[in-house]
């Protein structure tokens, strides 16, 4: 796979061996993942094709500090896929809302740029917290985290919890992204 | 100050769901006359979903940041760019042509109306003996086993199992070499993770060596080291010995997958 720093000029230029490379060994990950969750290959498509527009806007206006371009539109893919599962669980409709494409583009794009916000503040957290939240915001039972860090009761857990919480909640706010992202 | 510490400590309580009926009703008052706490409530709510696969955080703030961004989208090099994308599928992957739009909308389906899509899809795929899409249906990792057991205190292994769950597979990788080097014990579960990992990374003859580790093993639960082999070949796209893998599954009642192993050998005959 090229690197990220080269990668990304040619992808700008829409340059058939970067998409052939991105197609041949991204897309089958994205479409693995897309298709075990209850996804169809055309969700996977078209999942895949809307990321790579999103990038190619995002990478045009504004500089992304990412380590891996692979890794990062996996992630977009994955977001995209979150976003479209929440819809279909909230509206249940037999058809696509008419709502106009581009304001969707635009809307998850400030969604994705909230999510890395938030993602980029939870990395300034401390280890502990990081492994902690980790396991709560996987649904995992407090019991378990109790014995997992050894805490000595669940009292403790969800005090230390809330302490980390308000903590990367305190550190989103402090952002000036986030500022300019509120009401 | 203590203000400060009342306001946390009930806030705490709140979302804790530790208050009295009327302790709630209280706070939730107090909550609609503040939009301070209703920003720390909505943030600690939205910080609660950061990873869910199932749920999203949608944007509540100002909607102009959303508005100001549409002409992005409608932008001539965009669109020039997404007709590239599909012109570059539809000549070099042999996906089936469509219109170039910036957006491609995604129908939206009632529960009902996707799961009958999904599997006459299925159906149809799997009738082909698709071996990719074979590999879609079977490899679903959710029955791997948790490092996070009771009584198992090793933080570690929770971390595997989280990095799993993250699809970190290299650090999955480098992590269980890490706790097997301090090991006397070789864990057959770590194992599992790591055999995974690999097969997710492509890393298939390491993969192969990791779950013959496993079916070699004394352990109750070697004979799983066969069926994950066969999903190493069936990635791999190698018929033959997926089969071989699989008839040593389906000939072993006691055995791991041993029903859908004799399923997929049917799919595949």
Redesign the interface.
Known sequence: MSDTNDLIPGFLRGEPEILQELYTETYPIVKRYIMSRDGTLKDAEDIFHNALVLLFVKLKNEKLNIQSFENYLFTVCRNMWRREIKKKRVTNVDVSTLVNESVEMSTFYTEQNQWDLYQEKFKELTDSCQAILKLVFQKIAYASIVETFGYASETVARQRVFKCKSRLVLLIQRDTRYKRLKK | MEQDNFI?DSL?RY??DQMTPEEKAQFEKQIAQSPELQ??VE??E?????????????????VN???E??P????E??KA??K???E??SN??G?TGRKS???????????V???I??AV?LTLQTGGGDLDQL??EH??WNDMPSL?V????H?NK??VE?LF???KYAEVITSVREISLNSEETDMALLLYQGVSQLELDQYENAINTFAEITSSNTIDHHKGYWYTAMVYLKQGDKTSLIKSLEVVAANPAYYKHTEAGNLLKELK
Do not use: C, P
Not at chain 2, 72 to 75: A, V
């Open positions: 946390n705490e979302l804790n920003e720390l943030l600690h939205q910080v609660n979903v950061l990873d869910d696969e199932a749920d999203w955080i949608t944007f509540e703030g100002d940041e959303i508005k961004k549409i992005l989208f409608e932008d090099e965009t760019f997404s590239k994308l599909s570059f599928k070099q992957m996906a739009v910036v957006w491609k909308r995604l129908a939206v389906f009632s529960g109306a996707a799961s899509l999904l899809f590999y879609v490899s679903s996070t009771k009584g198992d205190l933080l929770a971390i989280q769950q993250q699809k």
